[in-house]
């Protein structure tokens, strides 16, 4: 069974970046696409940024300009966050895109002064 596990989140002030970093027990992320979604508190999980299997990439438009998502290896996905809000403030997680494996913790991001 594949299992996640995210980090790199962290309270960072607005304007300021974070990397977050999806690591996985098995090859996947070559085969298939990856996506990391966030759930912000009392909303549902969201979709904000895909890669599919070929490096094409795919963001919410709340994002678009502001986040990336890459890949390094058979084993690891990124999200670079920049310029960060207060509204992205959410725990952060990855998946499959669409999601196939059980969610890992995720990683708490907030954006606050």
């Known amino acids: 069974q594949v299992q996640l596990v995210e980090s790199g989140g962290g309270l960072v002030q607005p304007g300021g970046s974070l990397r977050l970093s999806c690591a996985a027990s098995?090859?996947?992320?070559?085969?298939?696409?990856m996506g990391w979604y966030r759930q912000a508190p009392g909303k549902e999980r969201e979709l904000v940024a895909r890669i599919t299997s070929e490096g094409g990439t795919i963001y919410v438009d709340s994002v678009k300009c502001r986040f990336t998502i890459a890949r390094d290896d058979a084993k690891t996905v990124y999200l670079q966050m920049n310029s960060l809000k207060p509204e992205d403030t959410a725990v952060y997680y990855c998946?499959?895109?669409?999601?196939?494996?059980?969610w890992g913790k995720g990683t708490l991001v907030t954006v606050s002064s």
């Open positions: 098995g090859s996947i992320f070559l085969f298939f696409d």
């Open positions: 998946n499959r895109y669409p999601p196939r494996i059980a």
